[in-house]
Nanobody
């Protein structure tokens, strides 16, 4: 049974940091991603990384503040979020796919976690 278990969300003040973690289990994947959905907005890719961790991508608008990393020994993928802004408030989802190639499209990710709420207060 495939599971993606997220942790690390919460309430933080503007300028603060949070670290989200996702623990995938049940099979191997080609890549893992973090998406977010803010109220009234479409779901968007935040960052993605290959299963091996050798290639990563962060959305242009978040580069410099967000970092994605993979710990193969612990089998986790983490999203480090710094200098948080109110517009970062959203539900953040861990997602996984088994297809080849890189993609930023949510529909290309087959497996999803439950989501974790991140709220940035001003």
């Amino acid at each position: 049974q495939v599971q993606l278990v997220e942790s690390g969300g919460g309430l933080v003040q503007v300028g603060g940091s949070l670290r989200l973690s996702c623990a995938p289990s049940g099979r191997t994947f080609s890549s893992l991603g973090w998406f977010r959905r803010a109220p009234g907005k479409e779901r968007e890719l935040v960052a993605r990384i290959t299963w091996s961790g050798d290639s990563a991508y962060v959305a242009d608008s978040l580069m410099g503040r967000f970092t994605i990393s993979r710990d193969n020994a612990k089998n986790t993928v983490s999203l480090q979020m710094n200098s948080l802004k109110p517009e970062d408030t959203a539900v953040y989802y861990c997602a996984a796919r088994v297809g080849v190639g890189n993609t930023n499209r949510a529909l290309d990710y087959t497996y999803w976690g439950q989501g974790t709420q991140v709220t940035v207060s001003s």
